[in-house]
């Protein structure tokens, strides 16, 4: 049996199949007029280390939201002041549908709404808008009140599955203010149960006024291609019509075990490091990483070594047949060259995830010819189910051998 599929492996090099790769993304973006940068945890170097805060059992769960589970609005006060756009605020509008605004709601002057209870509609295309927008007509295109940070903002519906946290940790100066939308489902939902939702948190950083956001499980089913990973989503910084910092609009670019940080041009301070807690189990399907932007200067130093799992050798380029072959060989006690990779079988520590065992594509608990048949089956476009809280193959991720 090993023969025959090592004969395959063999017989699909020699096949050349098109591929569009999702993985060719810059990391940095800025500054722009906005005066903000972003750096992503793409490689390559420099990026930032997602590091997950997981407040579900520590933090406040939010009940109550002023408009209703659905398109609801929460009015927090701030732990310290947070400078935002060269304002400094002392409490932020969380809302159900991904955002936080610094702007308090003036007089209502259309049925008692709020703008940020919108959930960016777009009456033309259902896909929101991109940054920068200005919010003149909030009550009629759903954009929440600027200045705000756009992490995942959508129609999502904590009222359908799904909760949203908040919680300050450290200590003065610093501290972080975290809010959490924990497997929160999309306002179209299927069975709308838990599983089926997004999630993803925002820290705001005392001190050097950094923004971080962070996206654990960005997947709702497979029957939402026009949702999941920010599909019809937007996400950045937005400060008016003409001023903003975007990071993605209407794409698939807001993959899972993923992260951004947001930086003042000229930070006072540093950002404090994080403490990891174990990240939410992510939904299988496939992967999506963010859109190319242009360069700038980096504002961390990740730990550990960035990879696309399934990429069995580092060659950094989207696992394909070579990588089938090389975890066939290993299987059948061949040498089995992995580069600069881990040698295969080594246990690694995945960042947003798990101990996982490096070349066992699916999880499974060893390396064996399936893991080989599934790098094949991905490599021309077929579908490969994935043990729960395992990464998806090509999936960019970070790894630290134990």
């Given at each position: ?9 063999v017989?699909?090099i020699?096949?050349?199949v ?6 060719a ?8 007029p906005?005066?903000?940068t ?15 805060i ?6 406040t ?12 609005v ?19 509008q ?42 003149a ?25 799904g909760?949203?946290?908040y ?38 950083y005392e ?13 709702f089913?497979?029957?939402m ?59 299988p ?6 859109t ?6 980096p ?14 050798n ?19 006690g061949l ?10 079988g080594?246990t690694?520590d995945?960042?947003?995830?798990s ?6 594509i ?18 021309v ?14 999936q ?7």
């Amino acid at each position: 049996m090993r023969a025959s599929a090592i004969s395959l492996a063999v017989v699909a090099i020699a096949i050349t199949v098109a591929w569009t790769s999702l993985n060719a993304s810059a990391d940095i973006s800025g500054p722009d007029p906005s005066g903000y940068t972003w750096t992503d945890s793409t490689a390559p170097a420099p990026f930032v280390t997602p590091n997950w805060i997981d407040i579900t059992t520590t933090g406040t769960a939010i009940t109550g939201w002023d408009g209703g589970d659905d398109d609801g609005v929460w009015a927090q006060p701030l732990p310290f002041g947070f400078n935002f756009f060269g304002d400094t605020y002392d409490a932020v509008q969380i809302s159900t549908n991904g955002f936080i605004s610094f702007a308090v709601p003036g007089p209502n002057p259309w049925m008692g709404w709020d703008c940020n209870r919108g959930y960016n509609w777009d009456d033309i295309t259902n896909l929101g808008f991109p940054i920068p927008h200005g919010d003149a007509d909030c009550y009629d295109d759903g954009w929440g009140l600027n200045p705000l940070i756009a992490a995942f903002f959508d129609d999502l519906d904590p009222g359908k599955c799904g909760n949203v946290y908040y919680s300050t940790t450290g200590s003065a100066p610093n501290r972080m203010f975290v809010v959490q939308w924990d497997d929160v489902c999309h306002h179209n939902c299927d069975a709308c149960a838990a599983g089926e939702g997004v999630t993803f948190e925002v820290i705001l950083y005392e001190g050097s006024n950094d923004i971080k956001i962070q996206y654990a499980d960005t997947f709702f089913s497979q029957t939402m291609p026009l949702e999941n990973y920010g599909a019809s989503a937007t996400s950045g910084l937005s400060f008016d019509a003409t001023t903003g910092l975007p990071f993605s609009h209407a794409q698939q670019a807001l993959a899972s075990h993923f992260a951004v940080l947001y930086s003042p041009a000229s930070a006072p301070t540093s950002t404090p490091t994080e403490s990891p807690t174990e990240a939410p189990t992510a939904s299988p399907t496939a992967t999506a990483t963010p859109t190319a932007s242009p360069t700038a200067t980096p504002s961390a130093t990740p730990a550990g070594q960035t990879v696309l799992w399934g990429d069995a050798n580092c060659s950094d380029a989207p696992p394909d047949p070579v990588d089938s072959l090389i975890t066939l060989r290993h299987d059948a006690g061949l040498t089995a060259n992995t580069g600069d990779c881990p040698a295969l079988g080594t246990t690694v520590d995945v960042a947003f995830a798990s101990l996982h065992v490096w070349g066992d594509i699916d999880c499974s608990g060893g390396v064996d010819p399936v893991d080989s048949l599934k790098l094949l089956r991905s490599d021309v476009g077929l579908d490969v189910t994935q043990e729960t809280d395992c990464p998806e193959i090509g999936q960019q991720v970070q790894i630290t051998p134990q």
